[in-house]
């Protein structure tokens, strides 16, 4: 059975950074590309960032790319996502996925086969 933990949320002020990290268990993570997604309330989840799984490329929302890294160790089992100068704009409950053609970044929620629960990041102003 997959599963799929994120931690590293929290609440932090402006220009602040955080790490998030997403451990994935009944799985083999080299087997997938993976990706962050977050969703603010009341609004729709949105794609953050993507990264395939030999870590050869990476892709970006507009609103993150500069600031956010993903990452990842396949001998871990973990994805990480490096955040810098944190804007309140990114508040969001911040989601890791796993998508299984291994080379595609996608942008689609609907593209993603595996979610963790989700880890909370607040920003305040």
């Known amino acids: 059975q997959v599963h799929m933990v994120e931690s590293g949320g929290g609440l932090v002020q402006a220009g602040d950074s955080l790490r998030l990290s997403c451990v994935l268990s009944g799985r083999t993570l080299s087997k997938y590309a993976a990706g962050w997604f977050r969703q603010a309330p009341g609004k729709e989840r949105e794609f953050v960032a993507a990264?395939?799984?030999?870590?050869?490329?990476?892709n970006y929302a507009a609103s993150v790319e500069g600031r956010f890294t993903i990452s990842r160790n396949n001998a871990k089992n973990t994805v990480y996502l490096q955040m810098h100068s944190l804007k309140p704009e990114d508040t969001a409950v911040y989601f890791c996925?796993?998508?299984?053609?291994?080379?595609?970044?996608?942008?689609?929620?609907?593209?993603?086969?595996?979610w963790g629960q989700g880890t909370h990041v607040t920003v305040s102003s």
């Open positions: 996925a796993l998508e299984p053609t291994r080379l595609r970044l996608s942008r689609k929620v609907g593209d993603y086969d595996y």
């Open positions: 990264i395939t799984w030999t870590s050869g490329n990476t």
